[in-house]
């Protein structure tokens, strides 16, 4: 049995000095305090366990895709400057280098001149000579030679290291023009051009007449799609009419005048504003008739639908004028 004494009483121990208790019991006791803090902790442990809370990460000023950003700026704005630089470089060495001077006409090529002269070439293009080649404004010249009445249209181009090579395409004339006393060549746009000095091609045209000096190039434009019209009917189905023509008169578009020389002489004929074929068909037809009545003809009007007037040359019938039906 257990004494009495042996058992552990708290108001016993309370009162009794802590110097003067029982090791056993005082280690008893500590036992019991950590067994009974055990079993109070085990107690207050929750059922559920809550999830921890995350520990927030500092992120940096710059993101990611940011840094890939600037950097691909970079290496752009690196590449362009050492592009711009060797530029840079090229450029002063090529418009300073001796390497690069035209030093003389020969640098100069002409191609496609036939009625055009390398001379007049040369006033455009002589001025470049003992220039750099890369300071020549090639537009600018290029409308130089445009200026040119036969030059139709220009190209210039550099050849390196110092040539320049100028291509001419000529305009092509449609006729001889005269305006006062001067004959020239004249083509569908209405430009007029000398008659070049040493001509590689023979022309045999018929000549223009009623056009002035102060004609602007408009109007000679539209003057001259008359005359094309015109040859185009008298030579369709190869008719080839248009041969026999020596002058046509365009002043009046409502009034084509054209003259013909046959042996007898040359006559006037008044095609009116249309119907040129049809019309000269009848001269053809009743010219013979005409010249046995009359010695010599001056005109013949073709322009009415109901009737040929034919007037003869005053010298050769006292001015007589007689009117017919027309067949």
Do not use: C
């Not at 005082?26 to 107690?43: F, M, N």
């Not at 009737?307 to 001015?319: C, F, K, L, S, W």
């Amino acid at each position: 049995m257990t004494r009495d004494d042996d058992r552990f009483n708290p108001e016993r121990s309370a009162s009794v000095p802590y110097s003067e208790r029982d090791p056993n019991a005082v280690a008893s006791i500590a036992a019991d305090d950590i067994e009974l803090d055990d079993d109070l902790e085990t107690e207050e442990e929750p059922q559920f366990l809550r999830a921890q809370r995350r520990v927030p990460v500092r992120k940096g000023p710059v993101t990611r895709k940011t840094a890939n950003r600037l950097r691909m700026v970079l290496i752009i704005a690196v590449v362009l400057g050492t592009i711009g630089v060797a530029s840079a470089g090229a450029y002063t060495y090529a418009t300073s280098s001796w390497r690069f001077r035209i030093d003389s006409g020969d640098s100069i090529e002409t191609v496609g001149l036939h009625n055009v002269t390398r001379a007049q070439v040369l006033e455009v293009m002589g001025g470049d000579i003992g220039r750099n080649i890369f300071r020549v404004s090639l537009e600018e010249r290029r409308k130089q030679l445009e200026d040119i009445p036969w030059v139709e249209s220009a190209t210039v181009i550099r050849l390196l290291p110092a040539v320049l090579r100028v291509h001419i395409t000529e305009r092509k004339p449609m006729a001889f023009v005269r305006i006062g006393s001067k004959i020239s060549l004249i083509d569908a746009s209405g430009i007029v051009m000398d008659l070049p000095a040493k001509a590689r091609s023979k022309y045999s045209f018929p000549v223009i007449t009623g056009m002035g000096n102060s004609e602007p190039v408009s109007t000679r434009a539209a003057r001259m799609k008359i005359y094309a019209r015109l040859v185009g009917e008298l030579d369709a189905g190869g008719a080839s009419y248009s041969k026999d023509l020596s002058e046509v008169d365009i002043n009046d578009p409502d009034d084509v005048k054209i003259t013909v020389e046959d042996p007898a002489g040359a006559l006037v004929i008044h095609l009116g504003g249309g119907n040129f074929a049809d019309r000269y068909r009848i001269y053809l037809n009743h010219i013979q008739e005409w010249r046995q009545q009359f010695t010599k003809l001056e005109s013949v009007d073709l322009r009415y639908n109901n009737q040929i007037i034919v007037n003869p040359d005053a010298r050769g019938a006292a001015g007589a004028t007689e009117k017919r039906p027309n067949p």
